[in-house]
Nanobody, 117 residues
Framework: QVQLVESGGGLVQAGGSLRLSCASS????????MGWFRQGPGKEREFVAR?????????SYADSVKGRFSISRDNAKNTVYLQMDGLKPEDTAVYYC?????????WGQGTQVTVSS
């Protein structure tokens, strides 16, 4: 089983920045597509960003975060990151790390991000 542990969440003011980290237990980390999802109060879980397996040269983002968030991975550290700049109150949510390989999906327990006005 793949364990995913998110960290880096916290409370920031609008316009601030945070960098989330997701550490993986798997020794085959580079084989997984990695992504970030979030779930705000009273909302369903939604896609935020993804980075492709291997070198992570291919990324994609939700329209709501495009230009503000950046996903990256460090396979040597078995870690994926989400750099969040220009944070807005609507970014407030629990952020979840996702690892996907074929039809297998793994999830972390989430880290809280709160953005105040």
């Amino acid at each position: 089983q793949v364990q995913l542990v998110e960290s880096g969440g916290g409370l920031v003011q609008a316009g601030g920045s945070l960098r989330l980290s997701c550490a993986s237990s798997t020794r085959t980390f580079s084989l997984y597509d990695m992504g970030w999802f979030r779930q705000g109060p009273g909302k369903e879980r939604e896609f935020v960003a993804r980075v492709s397996r291997g070198g992570g040269s291919t990324t994609s983002y939700a329209d709501s975060v495009k230009g503000r968030f950046s996903i990256s991975r460090d396979n040597a550290k078995n870690t994926v990151y989400l750099q969040m700049d220009g944070l807005k109150p609507e970014d407030t949510a629990v952020y979840y790390c996702n690892a996907a390989l074929n039809w297998r999906d793994y999830w972390g327990q989430g880290t809280q991000v709160t953005v105040s006005s």
